[in-house]
């Protein structure tokens, strides 16, 4: 998910140099909401993967 959210932060770039502002926008708002969601993830993986096994 990490992967997607450079790709496409890469692609805002991009976009915003060569003077595309809404492809440019459209990129940087999903590549924000992908990271998002990746931060969310990864907490979430965190805080299960110290629980003790259940016995």
């Known amino acids: 998910m990490l992967s997607?959210?450079?790709?496409?932060l890469v692609v805002a770039i991009i976009a915003g140099v060569l003077g595309l502002s809404g492809v440019a926008g459209t990129a940087t708002n999903i590549a924000y909401i992908l990271?998002?969601?990746f931060l969310i993830v990864?907490?979430?993986?965190?805080?299960?993967?110290?629980?003790?096994?259940?016995?």
């Open 4 to 8: 997607w959210a450079i790709t496409f």
């Open 35 to 37: 990271f998002v969601i």
């Open 42 to 55: 990864a907490v979430i993986g965190l805080v299960m993967g110290r629980r003790p096994p259940v016995t």
